[in-house]
T-cell receptor, first 114, second 115 residues
Framework: EAGVTQFPSHSVIEKGQTVTLRCDPI?????LYWYRRVMGKEIKFLLH????????ESGMPNNRFLAERTGGTYSTLKVQPAELEDSGVYFC????????????FGPGTRLTVT | AQTVTQSQPEMSVQEAETVTLSCTYD???????LFWYKQPPSRQMILVIR??????QNATENRFSVNFQKAAKSFSLKISDSQLGDAAMYFC????????????FGKGTHLIIQP
């Protein structure tokens, strides 16, 4: 069974540009999560999808971040325009629709904004 | 809001020895789960062990065990017979209730295994 995959693994962009991160959850997992780890800080929850619906987006930093999950399969996280403080590692995780809701993590996308 | 604190940025242990990683948390909830995740260098984060708050018995997974002190809001991870493959970042995490909510993480502890 394939795990959670994320693309790209690393992205370097200039301030003001747009970047789109992609996450493919484990097949059949209805729950999909995005997290971010800024250097030296905690991994922070960004949002949670159940299928294609946003269940909880309380962790999204601001309206420069847009997450989508059309069709309830893969998800994208777009940052537009990117700022220096957006640099960090963005993790995606997925879990089944039934308990214990163990979250399986992807390898992360390292985003560097210069 | 819940918070998770890992006060040890880095720990070092000799191979085959035992090491304990500390984690404390703050919550006003009575129903929650606690987790330890491991992230080896350049690899994905994986779940090491899970503890349900309503269970008094400490969780154990092979060489990994926890010391869950609910009143003290403490959740430490003990790794026995440390192996080189245990070298990783270890994250303590909290989840509300029995649902599929997002996790609240600590800053992590970098565990070094000395051969």
């Amino acid at each position: 069974e394939a795990g959670v995959t994320q693309f790209p693994s690393h992205s370097v962009i200039e301030k003001g540009q747009t970047v789109t991160l992609r996450c493919d959850p484990i097949s059949g997992h209805d729950n999909l999560y995005w997290y971010r780890r800024v250097m030296g800080k905690e991994i922070k929850f960004l949002l949670h999808f159940v299928k294609e619906s946003k269940q909880d987006e309380s962790g999204m930093p601001n309206n420069r971040f847009l997450a989508e999950r059309t069709g309830g399969t893969y998800s994208t996280l777009k940052v537009q325009p990117a700022e220096l403080e957006d640099s960090g590692v963005y993790f995606c995780a997925s879990s089944q629709e039934i308990g214990p809701y163990e979250q399986y993590f992807g390898p992360g996308t390292r985003l560097t904004v210069t | 809001a819940q918070t998770v604190t890992q006060s040890q940025p880095e720990m070092s242990v000799q191979e085959a020895e035992t090491v304990t990683l500390s984690c404390t948390y703050d919550t006003s909830e009575s129903d929650y789960y606690l987790f330890w995740y491991k992230q080896p260098p350049s690899r994905q984060m994986i779940l090491v062990i899970r503890q349900e708050a309503y269970k008094q018995q400490n969780a154990t997974e092979n060489r990994f065990s926890v010391n869950f002190q609910k009143a003290a809001k403490s959740f430490s991870l003990k790794i026995s017979d440390s192996q080189l493959g245990d070298a990783a970042m270890y994250f303590c995490a909290y989840r509300s209730g029995g649902g599929a909510d997002g996790l609240t993480f600590g800053k992590g502890t970098h565990l070094i295994i000395q051969p």
